[in-house]
Nanobody, 118 residues
């Protein structure tokens, strides 16, 4: 069974930090890409960060570049999103995703809420 389970969300003040975790089943973790997306209230889900399994290359949305870091731990089948210098506009439900296609992800987690207060 393919599973992605996010954790680590919560309420934090602006300027603070959170680390999200995505525990993946072996099938999901073996896909070519793993990524984080987010969806703010009333808005579409958007890309946040991506990591490639083969060489751990990373990509970021401009809005989070320099503040967020995506990483993976193969021993734990887990992908992380370290979020620093959080802003109120980072408030959203954050989703973990996995897939073999750069533009299409086959597997999704249930999401974890991140709320940043001003």
């Amino acid at each position: 069974q393919v599973q992605l389970v996010e954790s680590g969300g919560g309420l934090v003040q602006a300027g603070g930090s959170l680390r999200l975790s995505c525990a993946a089943s072996q099938r999901a973790f073996s896909t070519y890409f793993m990524a984080w997306f987010r969806q703010a209230p009333g808005k579409e889900r958007v890309f946040v960060a991506r990591i490639r399994r083969s060489d751990s290359s990373t990509w970021y949305a401009d809005s989070v570049k320099g503040r967020f870091t995506i990483s993976r731990d193969s021993a734990k089948n887990t992908v992380y999103l370290q979020m620093n210098s959080l802003k109120p506009e980072d408030t959203a439900v954050y989703y973990c995703a996995a897939g073999d296609n750069l533009l299409h992800y086959d597997y999704w987690g249930q999401g974890t809420q991140v709320t940043v207060s001003s």
